[in-house]
């Protein structure tokens, strides 16, 4: 017999990441991969709006199902027979999910894509209403809402399959502001426990699995190239650049004990959706390295300067953004302050590079971590950039 799915206290000792929800997060590399995929073969063939516009749709449907999930595990976990079953179906949605993103960016045809997240949304609801027979009072209304909002906004997503092909941002800029707002509507009354620690653990390995994500994309460009022009000389420097780009990202980022600052749902609501930009920046910067392997060799249909810029770009706003919703909260002094604000406009002008334009980025973040380093070792403060 399953129990009774309870509140978890959001001052439990020791909380840490379980082995399901780390299997879980392994599954979204995948429609990762895709999205990020589909951007470098966009940006590649001289469609910069269509590839961007389907990767924002498309990451936005990744990013919020994992964040769904996590958030509700964070206050909701019981690790019985049937919370995992009901997850490993989750799972099972988001892998159909990757496997419709080809045919969405190809020819629009978001059915496959629909499908999946309607496994996904349909699971989460389940997680919901057994969280809200658990529960009494203001807790289980609470979950009623969740409950019904997830069900309102996945027929809402209906859209997509039903409106002409040139209404379908509108109904993903709509019913993504639905989905947004579920939590806020649901939490007027009651906040569900979520735990802090925990939170920020769960970001942050997710954060690491889209580094992976983009190391690998990276590699297999680099791969490719080298098969067909066997040119060090110039894969040498996009490879390298992009290497300390993303070591430069992994050091940026945990260089704070966040979960220190998430105290409140207003605070944890504003870092928790800020990640949206931040997950999805790293990601782009696996699919800009494509791009620009792809430019140095003539494969692609675009300049030295937008190839360089679908580095660039994607870098300056990851460093801009994990300063505006992460590291400034921890920073003392208007020195520590500046470092990454400036660093995101040095990296904006690496642009101009053309070419050199990717290991002049990583050059620059390489200095941000060095930098940051040397001003916190001098004023005493943690770590970091």
């Known amino acids: 017999m399953p129990v009774l799915m309870q509140a978890r206290r959001r001052d439990e000792r020791h909380r840490a990441a379980t082995p ?9 590399v995948v429609a990762v991969a895709q999205a990020g995929r589909q951007l470098a073969h966009g940006l590649a063939e001289g469609h910069p709006g269509h590839g961007i516009s389907g990767y924002l749709m498309l990451f936005f449907a990744v990013w919020w199902a994992w964040m769904n999930f996590s958030w509700f595990a964070s206050a909701y976990d019981t690790d019985d027979v049937l919370y995992r079953v009901v997850t490993l ?3 099972a949605g988001v892998l159909i999910l990757a496997a419709g993103v ?3 960016f190809a020819h629009s045809d978001f059915t496959v894509i629909w499908f999946g997240y309607l496994v996904m949304r349909l699971a989460m609801v389940t997680q919901w209403l057994r969280a809200a027979h658990g529960s009494r009072g203001a807790e289980r209304r609470t979950a009623l809402r969740y409950a019904l909002g997830v069900t309102v906004c996945q027929i809402g997503w209906l859209g997509l399959l039903a409106l002409p092909e040139h209404d379908i941002p509108w109904v993903f800029v709509v019913v993504g502001l639905l989905e947004l707002a579920v939590p806020a509507l649901a939490e007027r009354e009651r906040q569900t426990t979520w735990h802090p620690h925990h939170i920020a653990e769960r970001y942050g390995l997710f954060t690491i699995i889209v580094l992976g994500e983009t190391i690998a994309a990276a590699t297999l460009a680099v791969q490719s190239a080298l098969d067909r022009n066997d040119a060090l000389d110039t894969l040498l420097p996009i490879a390298g650049g992009g290497l300390l780009l993303v070591f430069a990202a992994y050091w940026i980022y945990f260089a704070v004990p966040i979960h220190l600052h998430l105290r409140s749902n207003r605070q944890a609501f504003l870092w928790g959706y800020g990640h949206y930009l931040v997950f999805g920046s790293v990601a782009a910067v696996g699919a800009g390295i494509e791009v620009a392997v792809a430019e140095s060799f003539g494969r692609a249909h675009l300049s030295a300067f937008a190839a360089a ?3 660039t770009v994607p870098a300056a706003l990851f460093m801009l953004t994990v300063w505006l919703i992460h590291s400034r909260h921890q920073k003392r002094g ?4 500046l470092v990454l604000p400036v660093s995101a406009l040095l990296v904006l002008a690496c642009t101009f590079a053309g070419h050199g334009a990717v290991l002049a980025a990583g050059l620059v973040a390489s200095a941000t971590v060095a930098v940051g380093v040397t001003l916190a070792s001098r004023q005493g403060t943690a770590l970091v950039e």
Not at 20 to 28: A, I, T
Not at 334 to 337: N, V
Request: glycine share 0%; aromatic share 14%.
């Open 102 to 104: 080809p045919r969405a």
């Open 334 to 337: 208007p020195a520590q302050q």
């Open 89 to 91: 179906v989750q799972m």
């Open 309 to 311: 810029a679908c580095v």
């Open 20 to 28: 399901l929800e780390l299997f879980f997060d392994l599954c979204f």
